[in-house]
Nanobody, 123 residues
Framework: VQLQASGGGLVQAGGSLRLSCAAS????????MAWFRQAPGKERGFVAA????????YYTDSVKGRFTISRDNVKNTVYLQMNSMRPEDTAVYYC?????????????????WGQGTLVTVSS
């Protein structure tokens, strides 16, 4: 599957953004999906993931209660709604796909990646 992320930009602290990741192909619903992010000088880290049906979701502790991952299997798109944003959320955000019903939170377990979209949160 090929992934195309969009929706990044500049937002003030406390603001909101919604990222989208559009997938090509007719088997999107077979993929577990996730968002990762990489801040300057840091390694790529897990943000959120969800199961093929979208029923099960997982978040890193720092975004729980602020970010929501969701998907639309008709539109072949996964979303990341980000609210109450903080300067430390500044990073390039990547969507990723894993052709499995098992959701994972490590980057190495995802075989398809989008190109990344830059999110900058100003204080």
């Amino acid at each position: 599957v090929q992934l195309q992320a969009s929706g990044g930009g500049l937002v003030q602290a406390g603001g909101s953004l919604r990222l989208s990741c559009a997938a090509s192909g007719r088997t999107f619903s077979s993929y577990s999906m996730a968002w990762f992010r990489q801040a300057p000088g840091k390694e790529r880290g897990f943000v959120a993931a969800l199961s093929r049906s979208g029923v099960s979701t997982y978040y890193t502790d720092s975004v729980k209660g602020r970010f929501t991952i969701s998907r639309d299997n008709v539109k072949n798109t996964v979303y990341l709604q980000m609210n109450s944003m903080r300067p430390e959320d500044t990073a390039v955000y990547y969507c990723a796909a894993r052709n499995s019903m098992l959701v994972r939170i490590t980057a190495d377990e995802y075989e398809s990646w989008g190109q990344g979209t830059l999110v900058t949160v100003s204080s």
